[in-house]
């Protein structure tokens, strides 16, 4: 009678052993789907666009308060206005994002503690079942009549390594219990600490959002004033197109000349023209090799004119073509060599002021704009090396000209510099 009741018990016990595998294997998987999906976009991830981001509008800050202190609107003034937009711009959209993934994660935990509260139930509901059995079928006297009642030793054995067996099973469903209750824990908390997080990011939204807002009329009120200056924003275009055909022309006669001096060096001495063509062919290499991570001329600054052809931001129907970058900084900021050369020349051009052009194999580097000057023509400069300083206008705007040449052709310098 004991031997049979004995059967359904040992059944029941594989059955609950199954249970628990089976449930440890669904939680783990679901860890396994939140830990990819929050690998995607990680919070890490944002928070380091964030800090440049942040780190962006205050260089852009220092450069509007300059250019805002003068009593007219200006043209710079206006630049940094429209990049301290697209800043404010993409850390609302940072926000955003940090919101969406806030929101992915407690769907998560919200999931994976429906899940384990179910489990929980479960198991409890299959342990109360397995200890009412076990009272019913394996008494003291129950289990001895079972173990001695066996008709061979081996059976005996057998019957000894169940009920072993069964009482570990018992021990292993309440440890089991116990962890799901102590990560359900742990899940709520992280759960409450997520809706707080989201809480205080929706209210910086809102911020954020106001801030914007009180840019653009900002923007606008300038944009208007500009609008009723449209003469002088043309005399000054003129002047501008004047210096960059200046510099144009200082460049080419520079490469033109450069060309007859190899020529007269390659009849004169063919082995000593071969030994610095290769030369130059090595430092030409070297500087390719570089593009996308020269370091910027001025550690403070953003982009308030890009490469090429662009609509002039006041003017209707009038384009600019611009040979390089305009780089808009702080006022007496320090200006660096972006790579090691050889000072090419040192000169004076009405409308972009002082002119440091440096030679690296067939490339050149144009660093116009500038107040101070701290090389020499033959100066050999290393990467980073300071060689001048930013000029500030009578607007109040400090603004560096750069461009990369190739020989005659010019280059686009954001696709030499490294990304800030």
């Not at 200082?250 to 190899?262: C, F, G, N, Q, S």
């Amino acid at each position: 009678m004991i031997e049979n009741k004995a059967l359904p018990i040992n059944r029941r016990s594989t059955m609950y052993m199954r249970l628990i595998k089976g449930i440890v294997l669904s939680l783990f998987l679901s860890l396994c789907i939140c830990h990819v999906s929050l690998a995607q976009k990680s919070k890490a991830q944002l928070e380091k666009e964030k800090k440049q981001i942040l780190r962006k509008r205050e260089e852009t800050n220092k450069s509007l308060r300059e250019t805002a202190d003068e009593k007219k609107a200006t043209i710079g003034q206006l630049t940094a206005l429209n990049q301290q937009i697209q800043n404010q711009s993409q850390l609302i959209n940072n926000i955003s994002r940090e919101i969406k993934l806030l929101d992915t994660e407690m769907a998560e935990l919200n999931q994976i503690t429906y899940s384990m509260e179910n489990d929980l139930v479960k198991l409890r509901k299959e342990y109360s079942a397995m200890v009412y059995a076990a009272s019913k079928a394996t008494t003291t006297y129950s289990r001895l009549v079972f173990v001695f009642s066996s008709t061979t030793f081996n059976e005996l054995v057998m019957r000894l390594q169940y009920l072993r067996h069964y009482a570990e099973a018992r021990k292993n469903q309440v440890s089991q219990i116990e962890k799901i209750k102590t990560i359900l824990i742990v899940q709520q908390t992280d759960l409450t600490n997520k809706k707080l997080e989201k809480d205080q990011l929706l209210q910086t939204q809102l911020v954020e959002n106001n801030n914007l807002l009180a840019l653009k009329e900002k923007q606008s009120q300038v944009v208007k004033q500009l609008s009723n200056r449209e003469k002088e924003l043309e005399a000054e275009l003129a002047d501008t197109k004047k210096s960059i055909e200046g510099i144009d022309r200082l460049i080419k006669d520079l490469i033109a000349e450069e060309i007859r001096r190899a020529e007269r060096e390659a009849e004169a001495n063919k082995a000593a023209a071969s030994i610095e063509s290769a030369k130059e062919a090595t430092i030409s290499a070297s500087f390719a090799d570089s593009k996308a991570k020269l370091n910027w001329p001025v550690k403070s600054g953003f982009i308030s004119s890009k490469f090429g052809e662009q609509p002039h931001p006041i003017l209707k129907g009038i384009t600019i073509d611009n040979p390089g970058v305009y780089i808009q900084t702080n006022k007496g900021e320090p200006v660096r060599a972006v790579y090691d050369g050889e000072v090419w020349t040192v000169t004076y051009i009405p409308g972009v002021n002082k002119l440091v052009a440096i030679k690296h194999g067939d490339y050149i580097t144009v660093y116009a704009k500038l107040a101070k000057v701290n090389v020499k023509v033959g100066q050999n400069v290393k990467a980073n090396q300071v060689i001048g300083e930013v000029f500030t206008d009578a607007d109040g705007m400090s603004e560096l000209q750069f461009q990369i040449w190739k020989n005659q052709e010019k280059l686009n310098p954001q696709a030499w510099l490294n990304t800030k």
